[in-house]
């Protein structure tokens, strides 16, 4: 059945090294995001695709990278630029070009902890 | 600049009342609003939305009505049930063609008592 996969659940860092989380649906939509939430905080938005190949930088991009490659994934990199990785980060998709509104679908995310 | 607020980060309600869950937001483009539900360590799951041109959408115990000219939209839940608890995050977007991207809001715990 369709949805979104994101993985691993549970993901530990050595301070200095890059991270890669992975997210990959089969919904068959257009755009992609990748959002962080922190306890006590909503869902800020990192980076977003709206097609293969091009995406633009959310509110809190700093520290992170993407790449979109293929319209079925959209891998987050947490670089040693990110001061705070700590958190839970959550992937959604969605369809694009039929106007705003369009509920996003979330994948059940990715904690990432630093040891 | 928090657009999407949720003043709220409680509520505690009775099995069978009515639960009311309340957003407020300082964005005049926003037009379309959508409320999620999230359970710990999952994604959020999608329940319902409006758009600007309705002021109701009800879907099952689920009702959204939204007051433009004061900038509110409230999530009424009827009847409640423990299976309710969870977070609830009210999120909204601008419908101009090609921006897709959503504003939540901080979260409403919301405790059904039994």
């Known amino acids: 059945d369709g949805g979104i996969t994101q993985s691993p659940k549970y993901l530990f860092r050595k301070e200095g090294q890059n991270v890669t989380l992975s997210c990959e649906q089969n919904?068959?939509?257009?755009?992609m995001y990748w959002y962080r939430q922190d306890p006590g905080q909503g869902l800020r938005l990192i980076y977003y695709?709206?097609?293969?190949?091009?995406?633009q930088k959310g509110d809190i991009a700093e520290g992170y990278s993407v790449s979109r490659e293929k319209k079925e994934s959209f891998p987050l990199t947490v670089t040693s630029a990110q001061k705070n990785p700590t958190a839970f980060y959550l992937c959604?998709?969605?369809?694009?070009?039929?106007?705003?509104?369009?509920?996003?679908?979330f994948g059940d995310g990715t904690r990432l902890s630093i040891l | 600049d928090q657009q999407v607020k949720q003043n709220s980060p409680s509520l505690s309600v009775q099995e069978g009342r009515i639960s009311i869950l309340n957003c407020d937001y300082t964005?005049?483009?926003?037009?379309?609003f959508l409320w999620y539900k999230k359970y710990p360590a999952e994604g959020p799951t999608f329940l319902i939305s409006i758009s600007s041109i309705k002021d109701k959408n009800e879907d099952g115990r689920f009702t959204v009505f939204l007051n433009k000219s004061a900038k509110h939209l409230s999530l009424h839940i009827v009847p409640s049930q423990p299976g309710d608890s969870a977070v609830y995050f009210c999120?909204?977007?601008?419908?101009?063609?090609?921006?897709?991207?959503?504003?939540f809001g901080t979260g409403t715990r919301l405790t059904i008592i039994p």
């Open positions: 919904l068959n939509h257009d755009a």
């Open positions: 959604a998709s969605s369809s694009y070009g039929t106007g705003g509104g369009q509920p996003q679908h």
């Open positions: 999120a909204a977007s601008e419908s101009n063609f090609g921006n897709e991207k959503l504003t």
């Open positions: 695709s709206q097609i293969v190949n091009d995406f």
């Open positions: 964005n005049s483009m926003f037009d379309y």
